[in-house]
């Protein structure tokens, strides 16, 4: 019989390699970190393949809870209060299509219940699978779920006890998840968090950026952070550039492939104010936010709208510089704030274009930020949307507060 006293750990469990910049797992890994903030005995798991995998040591003992990679720390902006734990994942795993060598069944049918369980309190993960074997284990568990899906949830699993809580991070997503069976009163809406670095001003690194992005000290800058995607507004934010070429647009995030399409296109449109900075460590993003006149959201409108989390805006408003955004159904109750500047309609180049100036216009740039939206946001940190998280976990489930 395993002792009670030894389940003291709280995992968050991510069935993909990191670091990664995808937006899925910088939620993922900022929620594990504001967990770990408030001084659970939090532990971030994830596969690891490659050289490190076939290490006999490793492979003996796959579970090795243990402080983060310098690496890790700097790509997610983590404290050093999380732990990682790596699970090897060596050859023929993920390189044949099969269930038995698919890593997120060895991680739920291994490494769960053999190497991770002796110690777990409770799990917490986007990964329905690895909810379920936990549950299946005896092991309460928080479940996460972020996007429409048709699937069907198993009455077995959403009804057991030991499912704590689901959360999502909007109304519509609620919505489809009680429609595909999860029981509402085990359902809550929840926005992402902000990550508190980019609250700390940085005027230094923010000069730098204007300096190495602006052609001269009276230009102005508009940015983007996140995916470059069609859907998230990038297309239109480039017909915007060509409408307004004495203003630097500048570009954060996105895949290589993505970053070479529309540098692609942008020669193409013989667009020549726009500049895509692929993926940049939060260290460095929060400065640039800092360094920016105006900040742009340009989602479109579509299906994506309806569930789009503001996890980027957040660090926008955290940022202190005013924001340009769209008018879609998941930012709705923002409208009321004054921490977005001006808002027009999805899809239309011309009126974002006629925001823009608007707000370039009436809003000077503050090196020390405007204090609206940097204020509106504190509600917003992983650390209270863990705490308000685990307030629907019975109390002698809680993970163990580390001393």
């Known amino acids: 019989m395993k002792n009670p006293a030894l389940k003291t750990d709280y995992i968050f469990f991510i069935g993909e ?81 099969s269930k038995f060598t698919d890593s997120n069944t060895i991680a739920s049918k291994y490494y769960l219940p053999f190497h991770i369980l002796p110690t777990t309190k409770l799990v917490h993960s986007r990964n329905w699978n690895f909810v379920k074997a936990a549950i299946k284990n005896g ?50 809406t929840l926005h992402n968090g902000f990550n508190r670095l980019f609250m700390e001003r940085q005027p230094e ?19 983007y952070a996140g995916a470059l995607q069609q859907f998230k507004g ?6 915007v550039a060509r409408q307004m070429p004495n203003v630097q647009f500048a570009c954060a995030g996105g895949k290589p492939k993505d970053i070479e399409y529309y540098q692609q296109l942008v020669k193409e449109k013989q667009v020549h104010n726009i500049k895509f900075l ?32 503001p996890l980027k805006l957040f660090d926008y408003f955290a940022s202190g510089t ?5 008018e879609i159904p998941s930012l709705v109750e923002f409208q009321d704030t004054h921490s977005i500047a001006a808002w027009c309609e999805p899809d239309n180049p011309s009126k ?6 608007r707000v370039l216009e009436t809003y000077p740039r503050k090196i ?17 949307r863990a705490a308000k998280i685990l307030s629907y976990v019975d109390e002698s489930l809680l993970p163990q507060l580390v001393v």
């Open 17 to 97: 390699e990191l670091p990664q910049p995808e937006a899925h797992l910088v939620q993922s890994t900022n929620a594990a970190n504001g967990a770990a903030n408030l001084g659970y005995s939090t532990v971030l798991v994830y596969p690891e393949k490659g050289a490190k995998a076939i290490n006999p040591t490793n492979l003996a003992r796959p579970f090795q809870p243990r402080q983060a990679s310098t690496e890790l720390i700097k790509y997610y902006n983590l404290h050093d209060k999380l732990k990682v734990a790596p699970l090897p994942m060596p050859w023929p795993i993920d390189h044949f299509r």
């Open 139 to 188: 092991v309460p568990a928080i479940y996460e779920h972020h996007h429409h899906e048709d699937k069907l949830f198993e009455p077995e699993i959403v009804k057991n006890p030991l499912l704590q809580i689901a959360v999502t991070v909007v109304d519509t997503i609620r919505e489809s998840m009680i429609k595909n069976g999860m029981p509402p009163e085990k359902l809550i």
């Open 205 to 223: 690194k923010a000069a730098e950026w204007r300096q190495k992005l602006l052609q001269d000290e009276s230009q102005k800058l508009v940015v």
């Open 234 to 239: 990038v297309d239109v934010l480039i017909d």
């Open 278 to 309: 692929g993926y940049i460590l939060h260290n460095d993003l929060a400065s640039l936010l800092q360094a920016a006149d105006v900040l742009a959201h340009p989602h479109c409108s579509g299906k994506a709208a309806t569930f789009t989390s």
């Open 322 to 326: 005013p924001i340009v955004a769209t």
């Open 352 to 357: 974002f274009a006629e925001c823009l100036k």
């Open 368 to 384: 020390e930020g405007y204090p609206d939206s940097i204020n509106f946001v504190k509600q917003f940190s992983w650390e209270n």
